[in-house]
């Protein structure tokens, strides 16, 4: 029976049944691929904001360097006319769907850890904060746009 309170000990299956912990050095190994696995989530989290900032910064600089009137970046607008989502929007692009598959890993990556989390191993629970915060520390300074929040 797993316990449903923050314990020590090795002695854990993580995420697969196959993925079970039985000896020290399987603990160690998977303490640090679970703090690579936080590392990297830290780093896919930056590399997702930069592309958005990038993407938003070449469609600002097209629309001032084109200088696109009002009236023809409204025709350039799908137009809703259902009353719920009634108002102009932009059109869809190749970049919502990168962007979508981007997200979806993002937030693909949050559950997992999220998961492990959920074993209430202290050592596994300290391995993701531990490579959450120097996942921030070293790619944190180039993440100034905050994208929107993944579930965790």
């Not at 912990?21 to 590399?47: N, R």
């Not at 009353?83 to 990168?98: A, E, M, N, R, T």
């Not at 520390?137 to 993944?150: A, L």
Request: aromatic content about 18%; charged content about 15%.
């Amino acid at each position: 029976m797993k316990m449903k309170y923050f314990h020590g000990g090795i002695d854990e299956i993580v995420l697969f049944k196959t993925w079970i912990t039985y000896d020290l050095g399987s603990f160690v190994g998977t303490w640090f691929v679970v703090f690579v696995f936080s590392f990297f989530y830290e780093f896919f989290k930056t590399f997702r904001s930069i592309i958005e900032i990038n993407w938003r910064r070449n469609n600002v600089n097209s629309n001032e360097n084109n200088n696109i009137s009002k009236q023809d970046e409204e025709i350039n607008m799908n137009q809703i006319s259902l009353s719920l989502f009634k108002g102009s929007y932009p059109s869809f692009s190749y970049k919502d769907i990168i962007g979508g598959v981007l997200y979806g890993i993002e937030t693909g990556m949050s559950l997992i850890l999220m998961l492990i989390v959920m074993l209430f191993n202290t050592a596994l629970f300290f391995s993701i904060l531990m490579g959450i915060a120097c996942g921030n520390i070293c790619f944190g300074r180039f993440n100034q746009f905050k994208p929107k929040p993944s579930c965790c």
